[in-house]
């Protein structure tokens, strides 16, 4: 039986065609946290690596070069990636209202707090109705199960009363898999959340369902 929810952030609770000049502003953070363009060529190319839309495969590339994971974090904390487009669709407040009658529900992300608190203010999402709010750890976290096992230890349930929604098959689905806890692997249609959460008796979700679309 399904206890709590856990909500991914990025392309989950919101989704839209905002991305468009995200590596370019990766790669300047990776560059700027390293100190020398000639050094980060050197380690991309001596890695093979390519840049992706994730904290996560950064940090892993410092990790792996032994290179200052704290310095990352504070550049990463002092520049947000401004993003916005008309087209950008939310889940509704009253959805999340509707939900925290019957569940805890929280939110763990691969961002930082300064860019989750400017981004949850220009969609309208209320940070009050969330049990908790995991960030991803620069210094400390391998992946998102890092956040799951924060989730687990402060809600005292056990994994499979926890169901995870994610867009991210990697970074969200798998990890939560691995430790046991519900999965939805979300493909960008609200009424895909709506329908697993009505198919398996856990809320009517009917009055949402128009507000996707």
């Known amino acids: 039986m399904i206890k709590a929810i856990i909500f991914d952030f990025d392309d989950t609770m919101y989704v839209g065609d905002v991305w468009e000049g995200y590596i370019e502003f990766e790669k300047m953070l990776a560059i700027k946290a390293i100190g020398d363009e000639g050094k980060y060529n050197e380690i991309v190319k001596r890695n093979n690596f390519t840049h992706a839309k994730s904290l996560k495969c950064i940090a892993d590339l410092f990790r792996k070069e032994k290179l200052n994971l704290r310095k990352l974090r504070r550049t990463y904390n002092q520049n947000i990636f401004v993003h916005s487009s ?49 960030y991803f750890n620069i210094v400390k976290d391998t ?23 994610g867009n991210s098959y990697d970074d969200d689905i798998v990890p ?35 507000l996707s679309k």
């Not at 939110?107 to 989750?116: D, G, L, P, V």
């Not at 898999?177 to 008796?201: A, K, R, V």
């Open 86 to 134: 008309k087209d950008v669709k939310t889940l509704p407040t009253a959805f999340f209202e509707k939900l925290r009658g019957k569940f805890d529900i929280y939110f763990a992300t691969m961002s930082q707090k300064n860019y989750i608190k400017h981004y949850t203010k220009l969609y309208g999402f209320n940070l009050k109705l969330f049990k908790g709010v995991e």
């Open 176 to 210: 939560a898999q691995n430790m046991g806890l519900q999965t939805l692997h979300f493909g960008g249609d609200f009424n895909q959340i709506y329908g697993y959460i009505e198919e398996n008796g856990m809320l009517d979700c009917g009055e949402f369902k128009t």
């Open 143 to 165: 992946s998102k199960e890092d956040s799951y096992m924060r989730i687990l230890k402060k809600s005292k349930l056990k994994p499979e009363e926890i169901l995870m929604i």
